[in-house]
């Protein structure tokens, strides 16, 4: 399976010099267009030299520049199909469920791969602190993931909530957000622009953003604190959010093992109130 030029980065960033960086911190951050300009374009946006851009590009697995902008335009079409222009290789859709399931799997394992340990502890260490809020959203299709996060963190720690309904909504909710806060996204092809203007307006409030995203990256990437990109493409007109789901009910897990005490002692209240 193919990675993403965002997964590569995630995978090589740690061993990367300083200028490397800074080019990727800004090729991430306006993911992937900047990538789509020319090399002096690029080095100028991220504040290093033409040389530097092409050994980050080398850096990342590419013989020259045109390779790298190649692979990042395959992305954008990627990210911009519509189920309708996914076709089905007719060899695989021929009425079983192990290639549904096994690309299923692989996107599990390839999510988990780009993952790291460090990662996954800073997020959920971030969800466990007792210090603000937790606000929690997805799009059209990724709102259910949302919600059941939201469900199981409620019941282990206050002030966490579910934003539902339509946007005037959210943005109302915006008065209520501060820099002690947290809110997570949820949010894959074809991103959905209202997601995008909420999570820039809490950005500009100082929220700790936390993006669940695939593997293209949404464009709220450029405001999240923390980005976990998982795979979602399947044999399906269809994108599945199970890769997801696993990393959200893996955090859930996790920040349970952090809050024990306190958690416990919510759960039995809440018992005893029922």
């Known amino acids: 399976m193919i990675s993403s030029i965002a997964e590569l980065i995630s995978d090589r960033i740690g061993a990367m010099p300083a200028g490397e960086r800074r080019a990727a911190q800004t090729l991430i951050a306006n993911y992937p267009l900047t990538g789509l300009k020319t090399v002096a374009e690029f080095s100028a946006a991220a504040g290093v030299s033409s040389p530097t851009i092409l050994r980050f590009v080398a850096r990342l697995g590419f013989q020259n ?45 390839e999510t988990f791969r780009h993952l790291t340990d460090k990662q996954l502890a800073d997020i959920a260490a971030r969800l466990a602190e007792r210090r603000g809020k937790t606000f929690l959203i997805g799009g059209r299709f990724t709102d259910p993931l949302a919600r059941y996060m939201a469900a199981h963190l409620a019941i282990i720690q206050p002030d966490v909530y579910h934003l539902a ?19 997570v996204i949820f949010d894959i092809r074809r991103y959905q622009e209202s997601l995008v ?36 493409a399947v044999p399906s007109a269809w994108d599945s959010s199970a890769a997801l789901f696993v990393v959200a009910e893996t955090l859930i897990g996790a920040v349970t093992r952090q809050l024990e005490a306190a958690g416990a002692k919510r759960i039995r209240d809440l018992e005893s109130l029922r």
């Open 65 to 109: 520049y045109p390779e790298f902008q190649s692979a990042l335009q395959d992305e954008l079409a990627a990210q911009l199909q519509s189920p309708a222009s996914r076709t089905l290789d007719p060899g695989s859709a021929g009425g079983t469920v192990s290639p549904m399931l096994e690309a299923t799997l692989d996107n599990m394992r």
């Open 165 to 183: 309904g339509q946007e005037s909504i959210w943005r109302d909710r915006l008065i209520d957000m501060g820099k002690r806060d947290v809110l």
């Open 197 to 232: 203007r909420f999570a820039e307006k809490a950005h500009h409030r100082g929220v700790q953003i936390i993006l669940f995203t695939d593997q293209w990256l949404s464009p709220i990437a450029r405001f999240a604190r923390h980005v976990i990109a998982g795979r979602t």
